[in-house]
């Protein structure tokens, strides 16, 4: 197979391929340079995914391994008049517009990370886990340094829908008072991506023999965090982002409130009017456009 020949397969194959392997599928295509000249093992950690990917890329174009494409990369590379048609088009008259197309390729590998939570495996998770919150007595979230910010968003979404979410730091030892009441009936949401903190995975062990259930958010079934877990959602990840970590908290909430049967309304209701009563609310009044 040549080049142009692999070009013109990945360009039919990528629509119907499972996310990650899109994911791939779009490097292969806009970094040929970095295919024919990188190891698989280094490419893989450029986009985040595992060599494993890179191998089943291979497999669903018909290859041997990933070595047969590289290899592909690598004689057109060498040819007298290689130019490639991504490079090519990115150096000519739309160089003004490079900036506009990383933002593009940034915003849909967010996006195919989000979609892939849809995938059979990941929804059975989710179902699985939004099954143990829902059920809880009462529900701890903990979540260090950048997980801090998906475990107060997920605290923020359930409060709006009803239900007390007690966020843990153990930095600051937020929050950490009321794990002296914890025990069999309560769960624990906690949240770390790879590499996972020491202080995370301390906390987790001590609520953990107090007889809460542990359900996690991270990034790698063998990570500390998942072994503990009754139950784990594993994300996708190409670089670090929260996106995914973001998107799986709503659709946790979602789920519960299926589950529980929550009056959304009511309960969203009944917020504005403490929200009104308190004057957290800025009122909408009229722009005074007079001008003196």
């Known amino acids: 197979m040549e080049r142009a020949q692999l070009a013109s397969l990945l360009a039919k194959e990528a629509a119907s391929m499972p996310p990650l392997l899109q994911v791939a599928a779009r490097f292969v295509q806009e970094h040929p340079t970095e295919v024919a000249l990188m190891s698989m093992r280094k490419q893989a950690r450029r986009i985040g995914v595992s060599h494993t990917t890179m191998v089943r890329l291979a497999t669903w ?3 041997d391994s990933y070595e047969d494409l590289r290899a592909i990369y690598a004689r057109a590379l060498s040819a007298p008049d290689h130019v490639w048609s991504s490079e090519a088009s990115s150096a000519g008259p739309k160089v003004a517009g490079k900036g506009t197309a990383a933002v593009g390729r940034i915003a849909k590998t967010l996006a195919i990370q989000a979609a892939s939570l849809g995938d059979a495996s990941n929804a059975k998770q989710l ?4 099954g143990v919150l829902a059920n809880s007595r009462h529900l701890f979230c903990l979540g260090l340094r950048s997980a ?4 107060r968003h997920f605290a923020y979404l359930r409060s709006q829908l009803g239900k007390h979410v007690t966020v843990l730091d153990a930095t600051t030892e937020t929050g950490i008072g009321a794990l002296d009441r914890a025990g069999s009936g309560d769960v624990m949401l906690a949240i770390s991506f790879e590499p996972c903190t020491r202080a995370t995975i301390e906390l987790v062990q001590q609520v953990s023999r107090r007889g809460v259930t542990i359900v996690a958010i991270t990034g790698s ?3 500390p965090l998942a072994r503990l877990a009754h139950e784990s959602i594993i994300l996708p990840s190409v670089f670090q982002s929260i996106v995914p970590a973001l998107s799986a908290t ?3 909430a979602a789920l519960m409130v299926q589950r529980t049967g929550t009056r959304v309304e009511t309960v969203r209701g009944k917020a504005e009017e403490r929200l009104e009563l308190f004057n957290v ?3 909408h009044s009229p722009i005074d456009r007079t001008v003196a």
Do not use: F, N, Q
């Not at 179902?127 to 939004?130: G, P, Q």
């Not at 801090?148 to 475990?151: D, F, M, N, S």
């Open 250 to 252: 709503e659709i946790l």
């Open 61 to 63: 174009l018909g290859l």
């Open 148 to 151: 801090h910010t998906v475990a």
């Open 127 to 130: 179902l699985a886990v939004a």
């Open 281 to 283: 609310r800025l009122r």
């Open 221 to 223: 079934k063998v990570s």
